[in-house]
């Protein structure tokens, strides 16, 4: 009887894309379906129980925009967003979610202030007006601060730590199963393994 | 709203023995890890729970080991 593992080609990257997006799609693509299915539920499951516990905001409000805060590593809590956006489509429909909410937080708020310069300060005038937007842009967001503790939502501790580590978790899990996903694509691995027989573990143990 | 409606906008309130949360999560690890390396699916609930309890017995062994650390070392 042959002693290798089932093969058929499959598209690394495809298994990785579709392991990102939907978690357990990529070993469904690579023909694993009740894995698929476990991994799924399981990781759903862990993300919105850190929302629940957390509520709407677990997935990182923030006033600026998501490129920005996926490429500024200063940015406050960066990277338990860039762990829960690696459960794919299901970490940027709960930061949808959060944006809608977080518009209406927003909406009692003046217009936001604009960077009257682009690039670095030139000469002194250009510093005064860098130096003036950066106070009113943290008086607005001091505002903005306010309006979200007015509304019950903000997150705090205990629930925002427990939130963060639930969908975080989640996240980085999802990114174990798109590796391995990927990692057995790239070896032609499709399907289930198949059963040790005991022919097989004699010939081990000898 | 009900309180169903809010589920997933209030946060809760957690009170200070939220420590429990960190089995769903080493439950949570097991499954996802034992998923993708088991060999064959009718051992996971045995390797799971096996993994779990290596993994909450690691975490208390841990916890044991950073409290008396604290309680003899620390004044």
């Not at chain 1, 593992?5 to 469904?28: D, Q, V, Y």
């Not at chain 1, 899990?173 to 005991?198: H, K, Q, T």
């Not at chain 2, 946060?11 to 089995?23: F, G, K, T, Y």
């Not at chain 2, 060999?39 to 841990?62: D, F, H, K, Q, T």
């Amino acid at each position: 009887m042959a002693k290798t593992p089932p093969t058929k080609k499959t598209i690394a990257a495809l298994a990785g894309l579709l392991g990102w997006l939907i978690p357990g799609a990529g070993h469904w693509y690579i023909g694993r379906p009740a894995r698929a299915i476990i991994l799924f539920v399981t990781i759903q499951a862990l993300f919105w129980s850190g929302v629940a516990v957390g509520g709407v905001f677990t997935v990182q409000p923030s006033l600026q925009s998501w490129w920005w805060r996926a490429l500024n590593p200063r940015e406050e809590d960066a990277w338990w967003w860039r762990a829960q956006v690696c459960t794919g489509l299901t970490g940027i429909i709960a930061y949808q979610r959060q944006a809608s909410w977080y518009a209406r937080v927003e909406a009692d708020l003046p217009p936001q202030p604009r960077n009257p310069i682009s690039g670095p300060p030139r000469d002194q005038a250009e510093a005064q007006q860098w130096q003036q937007y950066r106070t009113e842009w943290q008086r607005y967001q001091e505002q903005a601060d306010a309006n979200l503790a007015k509304s019950h939502l903000a997150l705090t501790s205990p629930a925002g730590d427990i939130a963060y580590i639930f969908s975080g978790v989640a996240g980085m899990l999802n990114l174990m199963c798109i590796f391995d996903a990927v990692l057995l694509s790239l070896m032609g691995r499709y399907g289930e393994p198949r059963p040790e027989m005991p022919e097989e573990r004699r010939e081990a143990q000898v | 709203m009900t309180p169903l409606a809010t589920l997933f906008v209030d946060p809760m309130e957690i009170s200070s023995r939220s420590l429990w949360m960190v089995i769903p999560v080493c439950i949570g690890v097991a499954v996802v890890y034992k998923t993708i390396r088991t060999r064959s699916l009718r051992r996971l609930p045995l390797e799971v729970a096996l993994l779990s309890l290596y993994i909450l017995a690691g975490i208390a062994a841990l916890m044991t080991a950073l409290w008396a650390l604290l309680r003899f070392t620390y004044k």
